[in-house]
Nanobody
Framework: QVQLVESGGGLVQPGGSLRLSCAASGSTFSIYTMCWYRQAPGKQRESVAVISSSTIYADSVKGRFTISRDNAKNTVFLQMNSLKPEDTAVYYC???????????????WGQGSQVTVSS
């Protein structure tokens, strides 16, 4: 069994910063691509940042958000700076993980973290 547990969401003023964390636990064997998505009220879930051998960012967050990972701790981070009200959303981490008992990787999601940017 694999779990992705997120932490770090909250309320912040415009221009502020937050750091999200997502830790994978359980019978992980290999963790491949790790991503952050977000979903604002009334909108579709969208990709924010991806990290594998390189990083990819949505245009809306380039230069403000940074994705990183600690492979020793099976953790992915999203550092969010210069936050704007339009960044308000539930943020989800996602990872491709192969467990010790599975022949191939599967997609796993975190529980979601609310990020609210408001004065």
């Amino acid at each position: 069994q694999v779990q992705l547990v997120e932490s770090g969401g909250g309320l912040v003023q415009p221009g502020g910063s937050l750091r999200l964390s997502c830790a994978a636990s359980g019978s992980t064997f290999s963790i491949y691509t790790m991503c952050w998505y977000r979903q604002a009220p009334g909108k579709q879930r969208e990709s924010v940042a991806v990290i594998s051998s390189s990083t990819i960012y949505a245009d809306s967050v380039k230069g403000r958000f940074t994705i990183s990972r600690d492979n020793a701790k099976n953790t992915v981070f999203l550092q969010m700076n210069s936050l704007k009200p339009e960044d308000t959303a539930v943020y989800y981490c996602n990872a491709g993980i192969r467990t010790t008992t599975a022949p191939r990787a599967a997609n796993y999601w975190g529980q979601g973290s609310q990020v609210t940017v408001s004065s």
